[in-house]
């Protein structure tokens, strides 16, 4: 499911992106503090309109899952975003935190903690 959430967001596919977060969905940003379903669609919308070139990769060998007993899984890796500025590459790795849902059969992102930014 993380290699579809990074597919979702390297293509700026909003829309698939968003459908793989809960309605309740709080995600936690150190730089740009808590959001909700709506502000983080907003922020992703803002985001991929501003740099529209920047592509998330998921450092090698840092993703960690954790199951949570009767609800889903803890994600724990460090991912880097990527894009051009003044013809060059300019990257950032920074360590994140995902709680997922099984929802229905189908796992979504309940939580997220992105910090070290």
């Known amino acids: 499911m993380d290699a579809k959430t990074f597919a979702a967001f390297n293509t700026h596919n909003v829309d698939l992106l968003m459908s793989m977060f809960t309605p309740d969905v709080e995600f936690y940003h150190d730089k740009g503090g808590l959001t909700n379903y709506e502000q983080t669609r907003e922020g992703f919308t803002t985001m991929f309109g ?5 592509r998330r990769e998921l450092v ?6 954790y199951p949570i007993k ?3 899984a803890i994600e724990v890796g460090t991912h880097r975003f990527c894009h051009k500025e003044h013809g060059k590459d300019d990257c950032g790795s920074f360590p994140f935190v995902m709680v997922w849902k099984q929802v229905d ?6 939580r997220v ?4 930014h």
């Open 113 to 116: 903690i992105s910090y070290g």
């Open 60 to 65: 090698k060998d840092s993703l960690h899952v």
């Open 50 to 54: 501003n740099t529209p070139d920047i």
């Open 105 to 110: 059969g189908a796992w979504k992102i309940s």
């Open 70 to 72: 009767g609800f889903g």
